[in-house]
């Protein structure tokens, strides 16, 4: 059985989306045979995660192993900007060191998404694979010109992240977007029931965003959206309540903050919910809204997001700007397409699903045929056209 140890220098479990794609890619290597590791540095439970290990919070069905690495966990103090910034530097280099002083005689295949561990091991020792989600702004410093030539393979997320790195890499690369558990979605609930558990009215249309508010995400577009449907003449818009799951207590409070002041009430912050809910709430919503900005290189071409996959897999017709990152898995058939960061555009997109059955049932249709080739094994395959 080859071994492949997956370095992730990141607090788990996590309420934020990289956990579950972590402890997801990991169980895809167990599942299709390979001896997968976790490696992670040990730190404080990360709020609003219970107390499940990482292999239990994420309904892990094929396990693999989990170390934790003793590490320094002062991250989350301000100190102010110097002394966090120092405090970063020492917490990785800390991690870096004491994995490799941990792979000290083992054998396998190193797969990372932390760029120092990756700088301080052999490559002479370990064949060395990165997984990168973004292009660092110092690509083409010595830091990272030393990885590069490092590296046996390099896995990214987008091919808009592909073409980037062309340039500064010209070794193995493959292209592996993310993934969702379709059966994790599948759930045989009417969109009533669902409602009923959640304590929804059931004689709304409702749009719901799931993820982080932040302004790269397109949230606050979204928010002017809602806002739009209180003020407009659109059919039906006193019926119409917008749903947002997820973001930071700051975030959450600064759009209850907006609300207030503009007197917005069809609009609900709800805040972190459990992985597990989401199904439900995709199950009892009317559309489910995907957003970015196009001029923000993380959203336009970089991301994959997850929720995409998820939002698909749960049959919930899908309205999403037009943006080269989401096209790489979206189009007109699966989803109805709008004019990115136009809040008029994605109102109109909107309405139309509401008040059009046979487009929302189609576009759902296509969604789910297409998700298919989506799954956390076949994310997998795509990452070991590396190794082979």
Not at 87 to 96: D, G, K, T, Y
Not at 133 to 147: D, E, M, V
Not at 236 to 250: C, D, H, K, P, R
Request: with cysteine.
């Amino acid at each position: 059985m080859i071994k492949i140890y997956y370095i992730a220098n990141s607090r788990m479990p996590t309420i934020k989306a990289y956990g579950l794609q972590i402890a997801k890619t990991c169980e895809a290597f167990a599942k299709i045979g390979f001896g997968c590791e976790l490696i992670v540095p040990k730190r404080h439970r990360y709020p609003n995660t219970g107390e499940n290990n990482i292999l239990e919070y994420y309904n892990i069905k094929t396990p693999f192993r989990v170390t934790e690495l003793i590490s320094p966990d002062l991250i989350d103090i301000d100190l102010g900007p110097f002394l966090n910034k120092f405090i970063f530097w020492i917490q990785q280099l800390f991690f870096a060191f004491s994995l490799k002083k941990y792979l000290a005689g083992r054998e396998g295949m190193v797969y990372s998404r932390d760029q120092f561990a990756l700088s301080v091991l052999s490559s002479k020792k370990f064949k060395l694979y990165w997984e990168a989600h973004n292009l660092p702004q110092n690509i083409n410093s010595g830091f990272y010109r030393n990885i590069l030539s490092k590296i046996k393979g390099l896995a990214v997320i987008s091919e808009g992240l592909k073409n980037d790195f062309a340039e500064y890499y010209k070794g193995p690369m493959v292209v592996a977007p993310d993934a969702v558990d379709i059966e994790e979605f599948d759930i045989k609930i009417s969109k009533e029931n669902a409602r009923q558990r959640l304590n929804l009215p059931l004689d709304k249309k409702i749009a719901i965003y799931i993820g982080h508010l932040y302004e790269w995400k397109g949230a606050d577009l979204l928010f002017e959206v809602a806002s739009k449907f209180q003020i407009s003449n659109f059919k039906s818009q006193s019926n119409i309540l917008f749903i947002f799951v997820g973001g930071t207590e700051y975030d959450i409070s600064r759009f209850k903050k907006k609300s207030e002041e503009i007197g917005l009430i069809n609009a609900v912050f709800l805040g972190y919910k459990s992985h597990n809910e989401i199904p439900q709430y995709l199950k009892a919503a009317d559309c489910a809204i995907l957003t970015g900005k196009k001029s923000e290189s993380i959203s336009g071409k970089y991301t994959s997001p997850l929720k995409m996959f998820e939002y698909m897999a749960s049959g919930c017709p899908i309205v999403a700007q037009d943006l080269p990152s989401f096209r790489e898995v979206l189009n007109e058939e699966n989803s109805l397409i709008v004019s990115a960061e136009d809040s008029k555009a994605l109102a109109e997109g909107i309405n139309e699903v509401f008040n059009n059955a046979e487009l929302a049932a189609r576009i759902s249709r296509k969604a789910l045929e297409d998700v298919q080739k989506y799954t956390w094994p076949e994310r997998v395959r795509k990452i070991i056209r590396l190794f082979l």
